[in-house]
């Protein structure tokens, strides 16, 4: 994770922080600054290595790209849940006529504007 930081940017904070903290002070607080990046090195890998030992082999059979929240989708997650319930039937022609087909709002809307139809109006809605 770079946060958006490039090369330009690092080279400016650097420089900011030179005429900032001041050439003196400036080697005190950079060994702070690793200090600190290596205990929150050190932390994560505990926290990694306890989760490890409480999830057991279990672990690495995990997949997290999959439990990323970045990667939340309720459209997905909606569809391919009523997806996997639907019942594995192998349509007869006799149901594949009598089966209505489902258009969507936008769709409906499209075909009925081509036509030269009002689009449905809900009375009801805000």
């Known amino acids: 994770m770079s946060f958006g930081l490039t090369f330009e940017k ?6 900011i922080a030179v005429l900032l903290i001041g050439p003196d002070r400036l080697p005190g607080y950079a060994a702070q600054f690793a200090r600190l990046i290596r205990s929150l090195r050190d932390m994560a890998n505990g926290a990694k290595e306890r989760m490890r030992e409480e999830m057991g082999p279990d672990y690495d059979d995990v997949d997290w790209k999959k ?16 997806l996997e319930d639907a019942p594995a039937v192998k349509p ?35």
């Open 10 to 15: 690092l080279l400016l904070i650097g420089l």
């Open 67 to 82: 439990l990323d929240p970045r990667q939340y989708d309720p459209r997905r997650i909606i569809r391919e849940t009523l």
């Open 92 to 126: 007869t022609s006799a149901a594949v006529v009598s089966a209505p087909v489902r258009e969507s709002a936008y769709a409906q809307r499209q075909r009925l504007l081509r036509e030269g139809r009002p689009a449905p109006f809900d009375s009801e809605a805000t």
